[in-house]
Every structure is written in C-alpha cells, then in structure tokens.
C-alpha cells in the first residue's frame, strides 16, 4: 500500500529557481527519507529526517518534517539542469517492521 | 565499492518462460530488499530479507513470483512462469541501518 504521496505529481522549473516538493503519509513513522531516481537508472538516497527532528540540511537540500501533519517537504535551492530527475519520499512505518515505502514521486525539470 | 549489482540489466522473454533475476548486495549490509517499479503502480516491495532470512513476502504478488537468499552476498528472484504483465523494472536494494543503496535495475520485459 502506498504510504508517502507527493506533490505536485511534476514541476517544471528555470535554472537558478528553488524547487520545492511536499509528502504526505498516514502512519506513524521512525524515519523520513528522500530519493533521487535519473531516468533508467536506480535510486540514490538523498537524506533523512528522524521522527524527532523538524528540519535537516544537506548541501542544497533542505528537508522539514512535522509529524502533527504527517507531512515532510524538500526543497531544492539554486537549481541546475543536473537535479532534473524523479523524487521519492519514503517512510520507515513502524507498523511495517521498518520497511521503506515509497510515494509516487515527483518529476523535476530544470530548464537551462 | 561496486555497489548493489544487478543481472541481467535487460531481459526480453516469452509468456510462459521462467525469468530469474540476480542481486549481489553490498558487502555488509545485512538487508535485501526486491522492488518492482512500474508507471502505473510506482514503487512496489515485494519480499525483503534481513540476515538471508525472508522477513516479509506480502508484496509477492502471486505463487508464480518466488525469492531466495543463499547466503549474505547472493539474492535471486525468479518468476516462472512469466507473464506480459510482469513487465517492470524490478530492482535490488541493500542496506546496513538507514538508507537504502539500490542497484541498477533489471529492466523485464514479457511478451
């Protein structure tokens, strides 16, 4: 069953812009994780939020979580053409026995 | 590090044939976990393994899908007998605590 759902759905955007994407899931959770997927290839962890932490920074990404919304967003700064790529949310649900379930995904383009 | 290998990358086969596909984790990650990603269903867990013991297959979707983990560096997920609409990109993915590391992908297509 799908637990985190992003949006918007896709996100065209100039080089230059932020870029900002929101989850949303339904369960109690220990961790919030983010994943960048490039067209063909698999997906590559971006970083991750503890259920008991509200914002963590990570270069050019900046993640917030408020666990009262069930709701997590990433935002992307200063956008290049190379972030063009598919973001998934993903949440260890402590119902689930830890496993990652991921959300549809956005599709990110960044326009040069 | 070579991180999470996946084989075949491609496979085209015929409905009915059996369909095995090969994960090598990453040394010392202790979990294994067999995804299928598709357009309209997105990212599915079908069956993950923590110390080359299945923990959870509810994601399989049917008997004819069946996985195995040998020993720590070795997974396979075998699909017999095959049909279109197992067409997906079925991908491996490791872990040690946090974050997962994936492979590439074995891109199955049936027809």
């Known amino acids: 069953s799908q637990q985190g759902e992003e949006d918007p759905q896709a996100l065209s955007i100039q080089e230059g812009e932020n870029a900002t994407m929101n989850c949303s899931y339904k369960?109690?959770?220990?961790?919030l994780q983010w994943y960048r997927q490039n067209s063909g290839r698999g997906l590559v962890h971006l970083i991750l939020?503890?259920?008991?932490?509200r914002e963590k920074h990570s270069g050019r990404l900046r993640v917030t979580l408020d666990t009262s919304k069930k709701s997590s967003s990433l935002l992307i700064t200063a956008s290049r053409a190379a972030d063009t790529a598919s973001y998934f949310c993903a949440t260890d649900d402590r119902g689930q026995g830890g496993k990652l379930i991921f959300g549809q995904g956005t599709e990110l383009s960044v326009k040069p | 590090d070579a991180g999470v290998i996946q084989s075949p990358r491609h496979e085209v086969t015929e409905m009915g044939q059996e369909v095995t596909l090969r994960c090598k984790p990453i040394s010392g990650h202790n979990s294994l976990f067999w995804y299928r990603q598709t357009m309209m269903r997105g990212l599915e867990l079908l069956i993950y393994f923590n110390n080359n013991v299945p923990i959870d297959d509810s994601g399989m979707p049917e008997d004819r899908f069946s996985a195995k983990m040998p020993n720590a560096s070795f997974s396979t997920l075998k699909i017999q007998p095959s049909e279109p609409r197992d067409s997906a990109v079925y991908f491996c993915a490791s872990s040690a605590n946090y974050g997962y590391t994936f492979g590439s992908g074995t891109r199955l297509t049936v027809v």
């Open positions: 369960t109690s959770i220990n961790n």
């Open positions: 939020i503890r259920s008991n932490e």
